[in-house]
């Protein structure tokens, strides 16, 4: 299930715990979230741990492919920087 609470995107993706056994079934799914239209990229945080991906277009509609793990927490995907604000220093 996903929810827009704010600028904030909330993804709690879980099952019944007597379905599969936690302990094994602890890695990642990759859920496509729908996104507002204006991200250029989108930041998702799960239990502590938070990776910058991409958005794309699909039709009418904006999508971030977010690596999520059941039964992990809520994750929150929040809007990342657009490509054009990415500045890279070398020195």
Do not use: H
């Not at 993804?11 to 056994?21: G, I």
């Not at 507002?36 to 989108?42: E, F, I, L, T, Y």
């Amino acid at each position: 299930m996903a929810a827009l609470v704010g600028d904030t995107v909330e993804v709690d993706l879980s099952y019944p715990a007597s379905a599969l056994p936690t302990d094994v079934f602890d890695y990642p799914l990759t859920v496509k979230v729908e996104v507002p239209s204006d991200w250029g990229s989108a930041q998702v945080s799960q239990n502590g741990r938070t990776k910058l991906i991409s958005t794309y277009k699909d039709g009418d509609k904006t999508w971030a492919n977010a690596d999520i793990v059941p039964n992990g927490g809520i994750a929150a995907l929040s809007k990342g920087c657009n490509r054009r604000e990415v500045r890279v220093n070398y020195d």
